[in-house]
Structures are given as C-alpha cells and as structure tokens.
C-alpha cells in the first residue's frame, strides 16, 4: 500500500482510542507534519466555517441560506454541498440496512395524513392575497371564497414515522407477520424554524416494530448502534455523545427516549432523536382494530411496540464541516508562519476525492490528459474536481482552496507527465507530495478509498 494509505489508517486508529485523545491525537499530528493547531485563535469559528461554506460552494451565497443552515434547515446548497449530503444519506442508508436484515425500504407523499392529524397546512398565498384585495365581493363572498381556499390547501407533513405508521399493514405478509423488522425512508418534513413560522429539513427515518417484551432492549440496541455511527466519521468523536431524555422532555406518547447530540460552540444541538412509542400511535393510526395488526412474537399474537428513529441529516451536515474544520499554523518554504483552515471531512464524506491542477499556461496535450484523466475518476465513481477550472491560479492559492474545500488529493499535470507519464499527488491530511504513474492513480485512489471505509 502507498505510504499514505499507511498514514491514513494509523491516523484512524489513533482517532477510534477516543480517549481525552484528542489533544494527544494532536500532537501526533503536530509532530508528524511540523504544524501546531492553533488552541486559541479569536476567530469565531462558527463564522469562519459560514464563509467557508459559501467560498468552498457548500451553500449557496446569502445570509438567508447561511442562517437556515446553521439552524438546520434546507437551504440552497451550492455543488459540494448536494455531493456530501448524498454522501451522508447513503452512509445513513448503508448503516440502517447492514445492521438488520429485516430493514425495507418505503417511500410517503409529503402531504401529511388530515384523518390523523398531522400536518402543516400549505396555502396559495397569491390566490388569498388576490381574494382579500378583490373589490368585485362583498364581504360574505370574499369570507365564502376564503373558506373555500382553506378547505382546498394541502396540508404538508411534520414526520416521517405517519407515513411508515400507514404503510406498515402493506409490508406484513413480506415479513409473514414476524416481529422484529424496519421500515426506513428519507425524506423532507417541516418543522418550527424559531420564527413561527415551519422551514422545511431532510430526516432520515427508522421505525422498527418489535414484540412489547423486548422494546427496551431494542431502543438501548439502537442508541448503541447509532452514537457508534455518528463516531465513525468524526474528526473528534468525543463532541458526539447520547443521553437519556428526562421524563418532562418524553414525546407525546413515549415511554423513554434517547438523543444524539454535538456539542456545537454555542451549545449542544440534537441530532438524532430515538423514541420507544409502545402501540397507541399504531393502534390508532389503524382505527384502534388490533386483529389486522397483530404480528407472531414466537407462537404469540401481539400489537408490536414502535421504536423511532429520527435524523435531521442538514444539522448533521452542519455537525461534521463543524468537527472537521482545523485551523493551524505552519512555516511555507521561506519559514514565514501562516494560518492554513483545513476542512478534514472524512474520506467517505468529502464530496471530491481528487482536484486536478495543470497549472498556469497549460498546453492543449496537458488539457488532453487532464480531460481523460477526469473521465476515467468519474467512470471509477470517484468525484473529481476538474483542472480547467482555475489555471490562472498559483499553486499555493489553489492548494490552500483545495484544502477549504475539504478535497482530499491535488494531482498535478504538468510537462514532466506529458514526458513520462509522472504526476505529483498531494495530501490534504499530511500535505506530503509523491511522484505517481498516471497509470497507477486511479488504483491508489480505490484502494485508500476502501481503507476508509473499512475504518
């Protein structure tokens, strides 16, 4: 394996201690690379990693969008940030399914269920602006056509757990009515965005059935699972951590519940919220009738108790560009220390694996090869930032982009690979350059890329 591969998964093991090593993983970095993290810089992080959103085409420019997402809500998102919250729901899918064999797949329309209650009514605010400012009705008339606009609105959903509630009769003879087993989807809903008003956010969703004797342990089974995953992919596993919801916090028909939290600067924000729901929302979500929605715990009939689990994958995304931003210093070649921001998002994650740069004054051959060299990462499935986009740029300026950008390699094509096939791979995490066949790039990245998820 390449040297930094090796370092790569050296560097992991060090992070899956999680101790209070953190500083001590630190260190080891500091040491290794002759940089020093900077402990106490007076930059308001949260404000720092904003604008590097915008820079970095995570979102998209606009103190509305930068607002939703910090809030965790939907936001416009620029280029990187579509690829690393599809990279972050996969990750979430991928999990879900490999952890129970009994886990399907739905999904529900995002008009929420008007019979049961659930939902956020959608008004054509045009159409009623136009109904209140209409002289030709009289006030009867205008109330009339009033009424009749509400009764016609949509009503969007607030939850994904109604839409599973609904579908779950549908799936029970894929199960042969045997407990346990999952319905998971992704999906939007709206929730209250502080203002009293709802903004809409993107959560992942797990609703598990299983036998009324063995919920509890499940809900303790899940949390386990779930705070190991959100560890995987941080930089600082420690600043993801669980608690038990106190009894005045319980959701409305919840016997116990769990959250998942990361402890951002201003506070620790939830994450993932799990719920052990017992049977009343099943049972009334199917008329109360407990005949059609019995399942076989061993030999017995039984109405299964709900276990749910809720993310909202845009504060998670929030989270992680959070726990990866690492602002250091380092001496350049002429020993003058600066400040590098480096975004250290986990190899899965990082929505490009490669930049390739063909420098200033690129010839038409460089180009060429640049061109194929792309179309071979992107045939491979590995995302990659092409090299005709900035070519007026120095080197240095275009690594230190790279590395805001959270871009895990920088392939250099100069004349020298036109000579001998011979590029210069750089680092991110380490910043070490090595000579590479262009042959070879394509396997090296494979191969570190399944090192990462191996991890």
């Given amino acids: 394996e390449s040297s930094i591969v090796a370092e790569y998964s050296l560097y992991c093991v060090l992070l899956s201690i999680r101790v209070p090593c953190r500083d ?4 080891y970095i500091a040491n290794r690379y002759k940089t020093t993290v900077c402990p ?47 990279n972050l729901l996969e990750q979430w899918w991928s999990s ?6 009994q886990v399907f797949g739905i999904s529900t329309l995002t008009t929420g269920d008007e019979k049961s209650g659930e939902g956020n009514p959608s008004l054509d605010v045009e159409r009623l602006n136009q109904l209140l400012d ?11 056509r009033i009424l009749m606009l509400l009764r016609q609105s949509t009503s969007l959903r607030t939850n994904l757990l109604q839409g599973a509630l609904e579908q779950y009769i549908s799936w029970l003879e894929l199960v042969k009515r045997r407990l346990p087993f999952g319905l998971a989807e992704t999906g939007l809903s709206f929730q209250p965005d502080g ?10 969703s797990l609703v598990w059935f299983c036998s009324p004797r063995s919920s509890s342990q499940w809900l303790d089974h899940w949390a386990r699972l779930r705070l190991q995953w959100w560890r995987k992919f941080a930089l600082a596993p420690s600043e993801f951590s669980s608690r038990d919801v106190q009894v005045d916090e319980l959701q409305e028909g919840a016997s116990r519940g769990v959250k998942i939290v990361y402890s951002f600067p201003w506070g620790q924000e939830t994450l993932e919220n799990l719920w052990s729901l017992g049977d009343s929302d099943l049972l009334q979500t199917h008329g109360g009738v407990r005949a059609k929605i019995q399942c076989f715990d ?16 845009d504060r998670s995304m929030m ?11 380092k001496h350049d070649g002429k020993q003058k220390l600066y400040r590098r921001k480096v975004l250290k998002l986990h190899p899965v994650l990082a929505p490009v694996k490669v930049a390739l740069d063909m420098g200033r004054g690129a010839t038409l051959e460089q180009r060429q090869v640049c061109d194929g060299l792309l179309q071979e990462f992107l045939d491979a499935g590995i995302s990659a930032w092409p090299g005709s986009i900035d070519i007026t740029s120095s080197a240095e300026k275009l690594n230190t982009k790279y590395d805001e950008m959270g871009v895990l390699f920088t392939m250099v094509i100069d004349e020298n690979t036109l000579e001998s096939g011979v590029l ?8 070490i350059r090595e000579s590479k066949h262009i042959s070879e790039v394509k396997g090296f990245l494979l191969r570190y890329m399944r090192a990462a998820h191996n991890m």
């Fill in 96 to 101: 879900i399914k490999r952890s129970r064999t």
């Fill in 424 to 431: 210069q791979v750089r680092s991110r995490d380490t910043t």
């Fill in 134 to 144: 209409a002289d030709e009705f009289n006030k009867a008339q205008r109330t009339q």
């Fill in 298 to 313: 061993g030999q017995k009939l039984v109405v299964p108790h709900v276990i749910s689990v809720v993310s909202n994958m």
């Fill in 319 to 329: 989270a992680y560009m959070h726990n990866s931003l690492q602002l250091m210093k």
């Fill in 24 to 27: 001590f993983v630190g260190q």
């Fill in 195 to 204: 203002s009293g008003s709802r903004a809409e956010a993107t959560y992942a």
């Fill in 40 to 86: 106490n810089d007076e930059t308001d992080p949260t404000r720092m990693l904003l604008e590097l959103c915008v820079d970095g085409f995570y979102v998209a420019p606009g103190q509305v969008h930068t607002d939703l997402f910090k809030r965790g809500m939907c936001c416009n998102y620029g280029p990187l940030g579509v690829e690393l919250k599809k």
